[in-house]
């Protein structure tokens, strides 16, 4: 070891820096730059998943790994490629892919990690939270808040596959988790074309006098892919006949809320579906928290940091901390995004920066 100058470190330098290891200590100004960057600096890497080659390797997967106890689920994650080591898309999300052949039944269990499905194509499946079979359609949002009992069944001969959303490495990381098995197959076998919670819950402005106390998540089972669809068309027709209805010019976009809050889904995890227009682009931003994107329908370009993406139906993307994202369409582009908002602005550290937005400010 040696000084800054060049000098050897005196015999008591040296011997105080091996008592630190040895006492397993770290003196912070060998390591400040990590401890406390100039700006966040993530280990997760900006990175594309072809929706066709997983949907391929699902399939495979489904033919050659029986879905059961033990195993519990045919889902496989998004391995951020600079998380090695881990299933983790962000240091906060997990998120995977899950099959589920003709027929079959994913057992019923529970655990205390949020968890969502988004579905981009196909039907069939019923997905049953606490005892009410809930469908899964194409473009609906389903929500299964933790600690509630859920499985899966499929009524038809033919596979589906799904994106599955979970607060996984957050959890991990804080040490929060339970898990806990349930029954062999599903408590409810029954295939309703609309669950119980959304009898109860899903009616634009009206809630049940019956359930009044706030929820930590929304008590409504599925978001269906009609009225988001047709809430984004609003906003864009509204914006055609001048009025003010969307995000940045022929940019539309939702947030799924918990009614009985008027917050996030689940107090870990935002939703949101966002609808750019053929030919419009969204300007550059950097935001403090990571997010998961998949392109629902349509065409178009992602720029993460320097490096443009194309995108097709499907695709799945990662944001990280502080990459600097943009999205291009060339088709209607639609697109579903999770991140971790809630956390992030729970704990005061959200942050967002436009360049573009910044050095008009400054001209």
Known sequence: MQQMDGRADSPELVELYEDFEANSLAPLWTQRDDLMPLAPAPQAMPHVWRWKTLYDIAERSGRLVPVGRGGERRAIGLTNPGLPGTAYATPTLWAAIQYLGGHETAPEHRHSQNAFRFV?????????????????????????????????????????????????????????????????????EASPDI?????????????????????????????????????????????????????????????????????????????????????????????????????????????????????????LFVVPSWVPWSLEAESEFDLFRFSDAPIIERLNFARTYIPSISKEQSA
Not at 130 to 155: I, K, Q, Y
């Open 120 to 188: 981009v194509e196909g039907e069939g499946v019923w997905t049953v939270v606490n005892g009410d079979p809930v469908a899964m359609r194409r473009g609906d949002l389903l929500l299964t808040p933790g600690w509630n009992f859920h499985g899966h069944h499929n009524d038809t001969p033919n596979p589906m596959a799904w994106i599955d959303g979970l607060d996984i490495p957050f959890s991990s990381a804080n040490d929060v988790g339970f898990f806990e098995f349930g029954a062999e197959r599903v408590t409810d």
């Open 195 to 315: 669950s119980r919670s959304e009898r109860l819950w899903a009616y634009p402005g009206l809630r049940p006098l019956s359930s009044l106390d706030a929820l930590p998540s929304s008590p409504i089972a599925a978001y269906r892919w009609e009225y988001t669809d047709r809430a984004l068309r609003e906003q864009l027709a509204l914006e055609d006949e001048g009025h003010p209805a969307t995000v940045e010019q022929g940019h539309a976009a939702i947030r799924y809320t918990n009614p009985t809050t008027g917050g996030d889904v689940m107090s870990t995890i935002r939703c949101e579906f966002h609808r750019i227009r053929a030919g419009a682009r969204t300007p550059a931003r950097h935001e403090v928290g990571s997010s998961v994107w998949q392109v629902f329908e349509g065409s178009g370009r992602v720029t993460l940091g320097e490096t443009v993406h194309e995108l097709d139906k499907g695709d």
